[in-house]
């Protein structure tokens, strides 16, 4: 293990040194030439802690499942919007979806698609909604599943 020293502890030390050089050549009748004092070392970079690494998943933990909206977009609408929502694993029978209250889109209603497995049919109210990307999650008594969502901004209606 290399030991390092302070600045000001390694200047002691050579003072400390001179010193007793000092003192033993007055002693001594033949005059030796001081030694040179030897240049303090620059002080070490210091180096970031390295970070560290990420804690490795429990075997039993269930692997991250992923929303995605059919159609990436809704648009602000006065009428509800239908769209699909299909996730990576399955979470349970009974799924609710929730998206994040800033973004003014209530879930009207969540009902399993027919005809294909981990696919949800979602009406959603957006006419209160705020344009952006927004939080999106599934959740059921076997996990959850995440994603977003975008809101187009509303457009106007065509002028005549």
Same mark, same amino acid.
């Given at each position: 293990? =290399? =030991?390092e020293f302070h600045p000001a502890r390694l200047a002691l030390a050579v003072a400390f040194g001179l010193l007793t050089a000092? %003192? /033993?050549s007055a002693?001594? !009748?033949?005059?030796? !030439? /001081? $030694?040179?004092? !030897? /240049? $303090? %070392? $620059?002080a070490p970079d210091p180096q970031p802690a390295p970070e560290p690494a990420p804690a490795p998943a429990?075997?039993?933990a269930p692997e991250m499942c992923e929303v995605v909206i059919d159609g990436a977009s809704v648009p602000v609408n006065a009428e509800p919007v239908t769209v699909r929502a299909s996730f990576s694993r399955a979470i349970g029978e009974t799924i #609710?979806?929730? *998206?994040?209250?800033e973004s003014g889109i209530k879930v009207v209603s969540a #009902? $399993? %698609?027919?005809? %294909?497995p981990l696919t949800l049919e979602l009406t959603l109210d957006t006419s209160a909604a705020a344009a952006g990307?927004? /939080?999106f999650a599934l959740k059921g008594e076997e996990g959850a599943c995440a994603g977003s969502?975008? *809101?187009l901004p509303a457009t106007p209606p065509p002028s005549r």
């Open positions: 293990m =290399r =030991r000092s %003192a /033993a002693q001594d !009748p033949t005059p030796q !030439p /001081a $030694p040179p004092a !030897p /240049a $303090p %070392a $620059p429990p075997e039993n #609710k979806a929730e *998206v994040s209250p #009902k $399993p %698609a027919a005809e %294909a990307d927004w /939080a969502i975008a *809101v």
